[in-house]
């Protein structure tokens, strides 16, 4: 071809190649052919080479070519795609570029795959080991998943009874699953959140309402069978002992946070314990520290019962009752558990906190409160254990304040950061927090919108001096109303990382016009628009901010669409690089969201997931995807996960859609290449974000010939690391 060269290369010992053009050549006289195959071009875009008839496992499959010129310095994509001729070649379909300028024609690969069961399964959170072998957790309706033999529980419910928790492991290229476990008992259970050790062990967290066993209260069902823990869990009961009034016997109704940590072959549960109190407790999240103690964060109910000082005739003691069915002491109505070191205790909480019922008695707090729980290595006992939330001031304690936690990241100190999201206009916001008030702060009802939040704490200071900081995060305009009136905007925090610096960098969504932004960032500003109803000056975004450890502001930065605002953005994970590259993926519907080096060009609709990598002061988009466009897709918080090759490796769920083109981009030899039925599926991924440095021996078999003559090529890839 003239002025065009075959650039073979490898790629995690992988043989890719490209075509490179040279300005003013013609791209169109590339033509492929493979003797004894027939081209078809899939949905998504890929190029399926069909060898025989009765099976695809034979067939040669090339993805979607990515296109890309270099100008001035940057990558610009090129609208390009596979086309196939009468004849059955193979050449390029190619859009505009400057044709000045030399053309680089990229086929991508990666490993995607569906996961799931014949019923509803849906994956909640990811992590990644040492060999970069992928776990995912989640919940399921589906009785059997894919498995191999021995694990801790092979079978589910079936939907009977409730969801089941799974845990499942994949092998390092995506083609198969090495074991799937459930964790379940009789009732609803559910997995958020998992990390791995430096032994290959699980830890996940989640919550159940699987909490008694059969006989256990006189209302206990002859069925019920209780959530795997084992006898040395940190707390005894599950569901805190809840007793009714009437009876003085526990009904197990509620849910409670819990945590199991399992072996690396998931055949062994090595610890399981239920977190919580009294009322509904829920973990959504879990890192582990350089010594191997698990953070965990979460939100709960029970933070409402409390002993008077004194007893009196408007402050009952907490009502206590001898023993259950089986003589086991009953410990009365209980708290999630809070450490003396807490920087707001369950104690502090409900006494500060109490109000006054319609009958004049003294009651304890009914709003959620987030919670960040810290264990020993060996699990046996609380290091630092804290609530945190709005107070319960004017109006708010009718449990219309609610505070959920919905990430943590740990830095090499130890210390902890979560973010979530609260509808509480009493937040205890630190001196120069990046946001201090809440919108609507001064309403009647001290409510806010759902608005999100970032606290630090350093479990090794006590009270007060545990938390570094506390903030909003959130501007104070959501634009105003066809009246003129203001709107008040939300928001959330759904993925935290920090980076070699410690500094914390914190992704999610906001509405606010004026979310606070610094200056020479990829996008300062946020495209306004009106929403056809009058409403003015509406934003709708992600955003990734980075703030110091103490929580000052290091560079802050909208990450929206540039032209036809509207869409919703969402920031749900990040990850960073050893040189501080941050890496978000998240959900959006916007069609027009900035992309660099994309593996589609799809616009997006229904849900898409997306990857974009920003430089390390948040300046300049160096790279930005969709995934599967039209697929319906949701992304797992709090869920990205980098190797040592800064390949990506994210997870979540894809719903049934009655008008969805569904092209999810799975690849050959992946677990799993189609959906599996049911209302929902999960599904992982991992993107190939850089080329790997390799090394590559081709072998050309003739090294010379006619036209026409037929050319073999041998290539080795070998890695750097071998």
């Given at each position: 071809?003239?002025?065009?060269?075959?650039?073979?290369?490898?790629?995690?010992?992988?043989?890719?190649?490209?075509?490179?053009?040279?300005?003013?050549?013609?791209?169109?006289?590339?033509?492929?052919?493979?003797?004894?195959?027939?081209?078809?071009?899939?949905?998504?875009?890929?190029?399926?080479?069909?060898?025989?008839?009765?099976?695809?496992?034979?067939?040669?499959?090339?993805?979607?070519?990515?296109?890309?010129?270099?100008?001035?310095?940057?990558?610009?994509?090129?609208?390009?795609?596979?086309?196939?001729?009468?004849?059955?070649?193979?050449?390029?379909?190619?859009?505009?570029?400057?044709?000045?300028?030399?053309?680089?024609?990229?086929?991508?690969?990666?490993?995607?795959?569906?996961?799931?069961?014949?019923?509803?399964?849906?994956?909640?959170?990811?992590?990644?080991?040492?060999?970069?072998?992928?776990?995912?957790?989640?919940?399921?309706?589906?009785?059997?998943?894919?498995?191999?033999?021995?694990?801790?529980?092979?079978?589910?419910?079936?939907?009977?009874?409730?969801?089941?928790?799974?845990?499942?492991?994949?092998?390092?290229?995506?083609?198969?699953?090495?074991?799937?476990?459930?964790?379940?008992?009789?009732?609803?259970?559910?997995?958020?959140?998992?990390?791995?050790?430096?032994?290959?062990?699980?830890?996940?967290?989640?919550?159940?309402?699987?909490?008694?066993?059969?006989?256990?209260?006189?209302n206990t069902p002859s069925t019920a069978v209780r959530f795997p823990f084992t006898s040395d869990g940190i707390q005894p009961l599950c569901s805190g002992g809840y007793n009714q009034p009437q009876t003085g016997e526990s009904d197990g109704g509620s849910y409670d946070a819990f945590l199991v940590k399992l072996s690396s072959d998931g055949k062994t549960e090595l610890y399981g314990t239920p977190l919580g109190g009294s009322q509904n407790d829920y973990a959504s999240s879990i890192v582990l520290d350089a010594t191997g103690r698990p953070y965990i964060v979460g939100a709960t109910n029970s933070t409402q019962y409390y002993k008077c000082a004194t007893v009196g005739p408007h402050?009952?003691?907490?009502?206590?009752?001898?023993?259950?069915?089986?003589?086991?002491?009953?410990?009365?109505?209980?708290?999630?558990?809070?450490?003396?070191?807490?920087?707001?205790?369950?104690?502090?909480?409900?006494?500060?906190?109490?109000?006054?019922?319609?009958?004049?008695?003294?009651?304890?707090?009914?709003?959620?409160?987030?919670?960040?729980?810290?264990?020993?290595?060996?699990?046996?006992?609380?290091?630092?254990?804290?609530?945190?939330?709005?107070?319960?001031?004017?109006?708010?304690?009718?449990?219309?304040?609610?505070?959920?936690?919905?990430?943590?990241?740990?830095?090499?100190?130890?210390?902890?950061?979560?973010?979530?999201?609260?509808?509480?206009?009493?937040?205890?916001?630190?001196?120069?927090?990046?946001?201090?008030?809440?919108?609507?702060?001064?309403?009647?009802?001290?409510?806010?919108?759902?608005?999100?939040?970032?606290?630090?704490?350093?479990?090794?200071?006590?009270?007060?001096?545990?938390?570094?900081?506390?903030?909003?995060?959130?501007?104070?305009?959501?634009?105003?109303?066809?009246?003129?009136?203001?709107?008040?905007?939300?928001?959330?925090?759904?993925?935290?990382?920090?980076?070699?610096?410690?500094?914390?960098?914190?992704?999610?969504?906001?509405?606010?016009?004026?979310?606070?932004?610094?200056?020479?960032?990829?996008?300062?500003?946020?495209?306004?628009?009106?929403?056809?109803?009058?409403?003015?000056?509406?934003?709708?975004?992600?955003?990734?901010?980075?703030?110091?450890?103490?929580?000052?502001?290091?560079?802050?930065?909208?990450?929206?669409?540039?032209?036809?605002?509207?869409?919703?953005?969402?920031?749900?994970?990040?990850?960073?690089?050893?040189?501080?590259?941050?890496?978000?993926?998240?959900?959006?519907?916007?069609?027009?969201?900035?992309?660099?080096?994309?593996?589609?060009?799809?616009?997006?609709?229904?849900?898409?997931?997306?990857?974009?990598?920003?430089?390390?002061?948040?300046?300049?988009?160096?790279?930005?995807?969709?995934?599967?466009?039209?697929?319906?897709?949701?992304?797992?918080?709090?869920?990205?996960?980098?190797?040592?090759?800064?390949?990506?490796?994210?997870?979540?769920?894809?719903?049934?859609?009655?008008?969805?083109?569904?092209?999810?981009?799975?690849?050959?030899?992946?677990?799993?290449?189609?959906?599996?039925?049911?209302?929902?599926?999960?599904?992982?991924?991992?993107?190939?974000?850089?080329?790997?440095?390799?090394?590559?021996?081709?072998?050309?078999?003739?090294?010379?010939?006619?036209?026409?003559?037929?050319?073999?090529?041998?290539?080795?890839?070998?890695?750097?690391?071998?």
């Amino acid at each position: 071809y003239p002025g065009i060269d075959l650039v073979y290369y490898g790629t995690e010992r992988q043989l890719e190649y490209d075509f490179v053009v040279s300005p003013n050549s013609d791209p169109s006289v590339i033509h492929l052919t493979i003797n004894g195959a027939r081209p078809v071009i899939e949905p998504n875009g890929d190029l399926r080479m069909q060898i025989g008839t009765t099976s695809r496992d034979t067939d040669l499959v090339f993805h979607k070519p990515v296109l890309y010129q270099q100008l001035g310095g940057t990558h610009k994509s090129v609208d390009g795609a596979f086309a196939v001729d009468a004849n059955n070649k193979v050449g390029f379909k190619i859009g505009a570029y400057d044709r000045s300028k030399e053309l680089v024609i990229d086929p991508v690969i990666g490993y995607g795959s569906y996961y799931g069961g014949d019923g509803e399964d849906e994956i909640n959170g990811s992590a990644l080991n040492a060999s970069n072998q992928l776990y995912a957790v989640g919940q399921t309706l589906s009785e059997f998943l894919p498995s191999v033999s021995g694990e801790f529980q092979s079978v589910g419910n079936g939907g009977v009874g409730g969801h089941d928790a799974f845990v499942t492991k994949f092998s390092a290229d995506g083609s198969t699953v090495l074991w799937t476990t459930f964790l379940e008992g009789s009732a609803d259970d559910f997995a958020s959140g998992v990390a791995v050790n430096s032994s290959d062990q699980a830890y996940i967290v989640g919550s159940t309402n699987s909490c008694l066993n059969p006989g256990e209260f006189n209302n206990t069902p002859s069925t019920a069978v209780r959530f795997p823990f084992t006898s040395d869990g940190i707390q005894p009961l599950c569901s805190g002992g809840y007793n009714q009034p009437q009876t003085g016997e526990s009904d197990g109704g509620s849910y409670d946070a819990f945590l199991v940590k399992l072996s690396s072959d998931g055949k062994t549960e090595l610890y399981g314990t239920p977190l919580g109190g009294s009322q509904n407790d829920y973990a959504s999240s879990i890192v582990l520290d350089a010594t191997g103690r698990p953070y965990i964060v979460g939100a709960t109910n029970s933070t409402q019962y409390y002993k008077c000082a004194t007893v009196g005739p408007h402050c009952s003691d907490v009502p206590s009752y001898p023993v259950d069915n089986h003589g086991n002491a009953d410990i009365g109505l209980t708290n999630y558990p809070t450490t003396p070191n807490a920087f707001n205790s369950n104690v502090a909480e409900s006494i500060q906190y109490s109000t006054t019922d319609s009958s004049g008695d003294i009651v304890g707090p009914q709003d959620e409160q987030a919670f960040i729980t810290i264990l020993s290595a060996d699990l046996h006992s609380f290091v630092y254990s804290s609530l945190i939330g709005g107070g319960i001031i004017g109006g708010c304690g009718n449990g219309a304040c609610n505070t959920n936690g919905l990430a943590v990241a740990v830095n090499a100190a130890g210390q902890a950061f979560i973010g979530g999201n609260t509808s509480s206009a009493h937040w205890p916001t630190t001196a120069g927090a990046f946001a201090t008030t809440c919108p609507n702060a001064g309403n009647a009802n001290s409510q806010c919108p759902m608005t999100g939040w970032l606290a630090g704490f350093d479990p090794s200071k006590s009270g007060a001096a545990s938390l570094l900081f506390s903030t909003y995060m959130n501007g104070s305009s959501a634009g105003a109303d066809s009246n003129g009136n203001p709107l008040y905007p939300g928001g959330d925090v759904y993925g935290l990382a920090v980076d070699s610096k410690g500094n914390v960098v914190a992704t999610g969504d906001t509405n606010a016009n004026n979310f606070p932004t610094t200056t020479g960032t990829f996008q300062p500003a946020c495209v306004q628009f009106g929403d056809g109803n009058g409403d003015t000056k509406r934003c709708t975004s992600a955003f990734v901010t980075k703030l110091s450890p103490t929580g000052a502001t290091v560079w802050s930065t909208y990450f929206t669409p540039p032209t036809q605002p509207g869409n919703f953005v969402i920031g749900n994970g990040v990850a960073l690089d050893a040189n501080d590259n941050v890496f978000v993926v998240g959900t959006s519907t916007s069609p027009t969201l900035p992309l660099v080096h994309p593996i589609t060009t799809n616009p997006a609709q229904n849900d898409d997931a997306f990857v974009i990598e920003l430089s390390p002061a948040g300046s300049t988009e160096l790279m930005g995807t969709f995934i599967g466009a039209n697929g319906n897709l949701t992304v797992d918080n709090n869920s990205l996960h980098l190797d040592s090759n800064l390949n990506a490796y994210f997870s979540g769920s894809q719903g049934y859609c009655t008008n969805c083109i569904i092209t999810f981009p799975t690849t050959p030899g992946a677990f799993a290449t189609t959906g599996l039925g049911g209302s929902a599926d999960g599904w992982v991924m991992k993107l190939m974000t850089q080329q790997q440095k390799s090394t590559t021996a081709l072998q050309i078999t003739p090294t010379a010939g006619a036209p026409g003559t037929s050319i073999g090529f041998t290539a080795t890839v070998t890695g750097v690391s071998g």
